[in-house]
């Protein structure tokens, strides 16, 4: 388990978390795509008491998922950086927090894929493009 913290782009909220570097994973599922404007989402898993925000407050947009049950999509009001997830009832005990709003998120590496069927064609193989190291 690692302490991480972490916030949205214009440092409205800010939270700090306990996480396992074991439970990170990308999603490639067609809300995911929708939700984030990119081709796949990476989530890092931390259980509801381990995750505290301690500035700001996210707002939530709540989804159904595929189970119809509600998922809830924690962002900030202000510069819309996309933060946590969540469920209701039993679902709420896990919270996904995502990667890029984590200050430590180099030490987290996806172990882990799903909805891969609705992945982006190139998603496997960006390492073939021409890269630069800046812009
Ligand atoms: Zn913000
Ligand atoms: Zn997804």
């Known amino acids: 388990m690692i302490n991480i913290d972490g916030g949205c782009h214009c440092g409205k909220v800010k939270y700090d978390a306990l996480v396992d570097p074991a439970h990170v994973r990308i999603c490639h ?3 995911c795509q929708s939700l984030t ?6 989530t ?4 509801k008491d381990d995750l505290r925000i301690w500035a700001g407050e996210p707002k939530v947009y709540t989804r159904y998922g595929d189970n119809g049950r ?5 962002f900030c ?17 896990i919270w996904g927090i995502r990667w890029g ?3 430590q998120r180099r030490a987290l590496t996806p172990s882990s ?3 891969h069927r609705s ?7 960006i390492r073939d493009l021409p890269a630069r190291e800046m812009d």
């Open 29 to 31: 599922c067609v809300d």
């Open 37 to 42: 404007g990119s081709a796949y989402r990476v």
């Open 44 to 47: 890092v898993r931390a259980a």
């Open 70 to 74: 509600k998922r809830l999509q924690y």
């Open 77 to 93: 009001g202000d510069c819309g950086s996309p933060l946590f997830t969540t469920g209701e009832g039993e679902d709420a005990a």
């Open 101 to 103: 709003s984590i200050a």
């Open 113 to 115: 894929q799903i909805w």
């Open 119 to 125: 992945a982006a064609q190139w998603a496997d193989n």
